[in-house]
């Protein structure tokens, strides 16, 4: 029962435009939901996060917006740079309590 | 601050051998976590810890796999016998508290099973 889902499975992006990067949720108890950055070799690393009282979250160049109706949240990447070329998992929890992990979107930035 | 430590890094071993992983999480994070990511596919909780105590383990092969944080800290999983389908990285991560707090990883054991 996949209740994270990243249905892209790679996006390719030029230097210096936006990445936007989707995940959606089947669950309507979630109300944290984090970003995942992850390359190879490597485990993956923290990004951004959002509770489910807000709707955005902004640090540096990436946001993260939330659609609790439409059980949606994506990330936003901009400007994009070749160092952002990696896989990010979206990962959703209820009450903080375990974490359900989508299977990734391979992004690409193209220099 | 020094991250999650895992070792060892590589494993390849037998189906039907044994192997144990090991990790130490971030100083004065509480909660651990043991994942099992597959390739291809995001990663799946294995069994949580709060200090030295089970918090979720609903989701381990208990037959197989077993795992403990002694004085609650480091944890070492261990699989017996291993299958092919034991194929995977092992992640460790930790977390200051349970909720609300986001996961910090390690860099994985990637297990191959022949």
């Known amino acids: 029962d996949q209740q994270v889902k990243q249905n892209s499975p790679s996006l390719s992006v030029q230097e210096g435009r936006i990445s936007i990067l989707n995940c959606d949720y089947t669950?309507?108890?979630?109300?944290?939901f984090l970003w995942y950055k992850k390359y190879p070799a490597e485990g993956p690393t923290f990004l951004i996060s959002i509770s489910s009282i807000k709707d955005k979250n902004e640090d540096g160049r990436f946001t993260v917006f939330l659609n609790k109706s439409a059980k949606h949240l994506s990330l936003h990447i901009v400007p994009s740079q070749p160092g952002d070329s990696a896989v990010y998992f979206c990962a959703a929890s209820a009450n903080g309590n375990q974490f359900y992990f989508g299977t990734g979107t391979s992004l690409t930035v193209i220099p | 601050e020094a991250g999650v430590a895992q070792s060892p890094r590589y494993k390849i071993i037998e189906k039907r051998q044994s192997v144990a992983f090991w990790c130490n999480p971030i100083?004065?994070?509480?909660?651990l976590y043991w994942y099992q990511q597959i390739l291809g596919q995001g990663p799946k909780l294995l069994i949580q810890f709060q200090n030295n105590g089970v918090v979720d383990d609903s989701q381990l092969p208990k037959d197989r796999f077993s795992a403990e944080r002694l004085k609650g800290v480091d944890s070492t999983l261990k699989i017996q016998p291993a299958k092919l389908e034991d194929s995977a990285v092992y992640l460790c991560?930790?977390?200051?508290?349970?909720?609300?707090?986001?996961?910090?990883f390690g860099n994985g054991t990637r297990l191959t099973v022949t």
């Open positions: 991560a930790s977390s200051f508290r349970t909720g609300y707090s986001p996961l910090h």
């Open positions: 669950n309507s108890m979630f109300d944290y």
């Open positions: 100083s004065g994070h509480a909660t």
